[in-house]
């Protein structure tokens, strides 16, 4: 079954740079135990130089509040999220 992989990029949708620079880890608060529960949804990544959040829709099951927690602070944020369709490995 395909899932959906979203991307939040450290960029608002009138382009500025979103601040502060660590906002990526403050939003997921990351801690090593917290890292293993949602390993392999979520990952901070740079791309194309900017931070950027990327999960897949999985996270909603692995941990429902942090999925919705996300998705919220992007919008109030004015964060641009991206979503794409990735096909099952199987």
Request: proline share 3%; net charge positive; charged share 30%.
């Amino acid at each position: 079954m395909p899932k959906i992989r979203y991307t939040i990029s450290g960029i608002t949708k009138d382009g500025q740079k979103f601040r502060p620079s660590d906002w990526t880890e403050r939003l997921v608060c990351i801690q090593p135990e917290q890292l293993k529960r949602y390993n392999g949804h979520l990952k901070i990544k740079k791309i194309n130089g900017i931070k950027s959040i990327v999960f897949d829709d999985q996270l909603e099951y692995a941990c429902s509040f942090t999925y919705e927690r996300i998705l919220s602070f992007a919008k109030t944020n004015h964060l641009n999220v991206t979503q794409e369709i990735i096909e099952d490995d199987k």
